[in-house]
């Protein structure tokens, strides 16, 4: 009897206390999904919010006339800035092309510059002085250091015998060098002419050749020849005549020729002067 | 502010006017000029010269010994050269160098070239 008043006792226990047990589950439960809602609700408080604030921007916008308009003036404004952007561009490019055009003008006359001050210093230094021999002498010099040549050949016309005369050489003894007749061969030709001759091509130098220069440059004054320089060779360093060259041949060869002129009726005016002082002397003894 | 004091030692007179007539386009420069070798050593003596412009072909003495003789002057071991030549040859430019000198120019020397030279040795702006 008592074993079973104890049976239905534990039962009873043990079913009370599961109970208890699924209670306190299901009580959890429903405070977790209280959570959940009032958690879900704050959100929808605050999209709600959200959408009222939307709505009232959008509003505004609408009364100050924007809206999907914003959106194409947005557009055409950034159309407008790369325009502006672009045309900046441009003029960059303008400004750049032009300042390496002015850099390579500022070149160009720096180089024209430079060429005038040899000319003048070469001129002046030719009409320094009435020597003959250092007239000839700095014609040498000048070839030599503005022109850049290695062998070449001083000629002064002879107008009686009509020959050229070589009178100073550089690179090539003087008594190799022999006189030749106006027009004949390329030198003559070109003291004849009073023209320049520049060769095409320029030949490896292997022997001296007096007939074939690869320059020759008639001195004038005005259309009459005095000479002719004719040059043999170019330094080693000197491949070939610039732009230049050309020009300077021309500018000196001018100067040249009166310097020359002018030193010979120099010498020979003092010649005859002590002549004629000879013959005062001996007339007057 | 002192001067630079640049010597050219060139035989020929246009060529010496030619490169002193060049030098004196730069700022604050004093160019001294001898004839040869030994009048360019009589003028080294004389005077501190911060740069040396020389030709090499010269007649009494040419510019090589020149070069040579001036690099063994402790007072001008560390002063620029600058050679200035008709001689274009590969080994009379080594043959320079060798010697002492900074730099070998041949002639006919652009004007642009030489003040260029001039300027990046003296550390010019």
């Known amino acids: 009897m008592i074993e079973k008043i104890y049976n239905k006792n534990y039962h009873l226990l043990t079913e009370v206390y599961m109970s208890k047990n699924r209670a306190e589950e299901f009580l959890n439960t429903f405070k977790k ?8 609700l704050q959100e929808n408080e605050k999209l709600r919010y959200q959408i009222a604030n939307l709505q009232e921007e959008l509003r505004s916008y609408k009364e100050k006339g924007v809206g999907v308009d914003a959106h194409a003036q947005c557009i055409a404004k950034i159309a407008e ?10 003029k960059i490019r303008e400004v750049e ?41 700095i014609i040498m010099e ?5 022109i850049g040549a290695e062998i070449f050949v001083l000629y002064l016309l002879d107008e009686k015998s009509n020959e050229l005369s070589p009178v100073a050489t550089e690179g090539i003894e003087l008594s190799e060098v022999t006189n030749i007749k106006l027009g004949k061969g ?13 060769s095409e091509i320029i030949p490896i130098y292997e022997n001296f050749n007096q007939d074939s220069p690869i320059a020759c440059i008639p001195l004038k004054i005005k259309e009459h020849t005095i000479g002719v320089i004719a040059i043999y060779k170019l330094l080693v360093q000197k491949s070939t005549f610039n732009e230049l060259d050309y ?3 021309t500018l000196l060869a001018g100067h040249a020729a009166t310097a020359l002129f002018s030193a010979k009726l120099y010498t020979e005016s003092e010649r005859k002067l002590s002549t004629i002082q000879g013959f005062i002397e001996l007339l007057t003894k | 502010m002192a001067k630079i ?51 090499i072909n010269m007649p009494i003495m040419d510019g090589l010994k020149l070069v040579s ?31 002492g000198a900074n730099a070998y120019l041949t002639k006919p020397v652009q004007t642009t070239q030489l003040i260029a030279t001039v300027k990046e040795l003296l550390k010019l702006p």
């Open chain 2, 69 to 99: 003789l001036v690099r063994q002057d402790p007072k001008y071991s560390n002063m620029p050269i600058i050679i200035v030549t008709t001689e274009g040859a590969d080994e009379d430019r080594k043959r320079g160098l060798t010697l």
């Open chain 1, 97 to 137: 092309a032009e300042n390496k055009s002015f850099a390579e003008k500022y070149i160009e006359v720096e180089n024209e510059n430079n060429n005038l001050a040899n000319l003048y210093i070469a001129s002046y230094q030719l009409h320094s002085t009435l020597n003959f021999k250092e007239v000839v002498q």
């Open chain 1, 142 to 146: 000048i070839v030599i250091n503005l």
């Open chain 1, 81 to 90: 800035l790369e325009a502006e952007k672009n045309e900046i561009l441009n």
């Open chain 1, 33 to 40: 999904t209280a959570d959940f809602v009032k958690e879900l």
């Open chain 1, 247 to 249: 020009e300077l041949f």
């Open chain 2, 5 to 55: 004091e640049i010597l050219v030692v060139e035989d020929s007179p246009t060529m010496r006017q030619l490169i002193v007539f060049a030098l004196k386009r730069l700022k604050d420069v004093n160019v001294t000029e001898a004839s040869d070798g030994v009048d360019g050593l009589k003028k080294l003596s004389n005077k501190q010269f911060d740069l040396l412009i020389a030709d």
């Open chain 1, 186 to 198: 390329i030198i003559g030709k070109s003291a004849k002419t009073g023209e320049n001759y520049f």
